[in-house]
């Protein structure tokens, strides 16, 4: 039973590359979430989908947009990277959107915007 | 959502009970305390929650505090891997993940 599964680990990428950053859960939850984690600032939430078929704005959205691909996929795309955006990215998903059905998360995407 | 309050860093012996201490003197009475955990170079994971009575699952033990300013999270025989960094949240439990959920937290260093 993998949970959730995120790709690729690691990656560097130059200022104004753009890339997709995959998560893929296996437990049949129906929300899912991006974060990312910078030190000192504790986990930020970016984009997230509370059901299949919709997502929404987080606390940092900007220079990010997400696909629903389907119930298991949720997806990140960075348009144009830029070096603010080096950061570790954790994709989580839940049973449902209340804070009281905990959250299992990826073992994340290490970042670098040179 | 409460404030909560925990030590920077705390240590403990390898098979020793690991006690984490929270201050949440702001909490309402609609809001749960809920413990996470994040080892080096893994996501988080989640260990347990409770809004009144003492709680208990196959990870960890929490216990509130009658008056529910404060909580202790009880890891009961800690083992080095359970060196990692330890979140305490507080919220109300039909709102969403939709925001920031955890500060500093605790680094809890076991030690053999």
């Known amino acids: 039973n993998a949970g959730v599964t995120q790709t690729p680990k690691f990656q560097v990428l130059k200022t104004g590359q753009s890339m997709t950053l995959q998560c893929a859960q296996d437990?049949?939850?129906?929300?899912m979430y991006w974060y990312r984690q910078d030190p000192g600032m504790g986990l930020r939430l970016i984009y997230y989908s509370a059901s299949e078929g919709t997502t929404d704005k987080g606390e940092v959205p900007n220079g990010y947009n997400v696909s629903r691909l389907n119930k298991r996929e949720f997806s990140l795309r960075l348009e144009s990277a830029a070096p603010s955006q080096t950061s570790v990215y954790f994709c989580a998903s839940s049973t449902g959107p209340r804070f009281d059905q905990p959250q299992h998360f990826g073992d994340g995407t290490r970042l670098s915007i040179l | 959502d409460a404030k909560t309050t925990q030590p920077p860093s705390m240590d403990c012996a390898e098979g020793r009970a690991a006690n984490l201490p929270c201050n949440h003197s702001t909490i309402s009475g609609n809001e749960y305390v809920y413990w996470y955990r994040q080892i080096h170079s893994q996501g988080p994971q989640y260990i347990i929650h409770g809004l009144k009575n003492n709680e208990t699952n196959e990870m960890a033990s929490l216990i509130i505090t009658e008056d529910r300013k404060s909580s202790t999270l009880i890891l009961p025989h800690a083992t080095l891997r359970d060196t990692a960094v330890y979140y305490c949240?507080?919220?109300?439990?039909?709102?969403?993940?939709?925001?920031?959920?955890f500060g500093a937290g605790t680094r809890l260093f076991v030690k053999a």
């Open positions: 437990m049949n939850h129906n929300s």
């Open positions: 949240i507080v919220r109300v439990a039909n709102t969403g993940g939709f925001k920031t959920i």
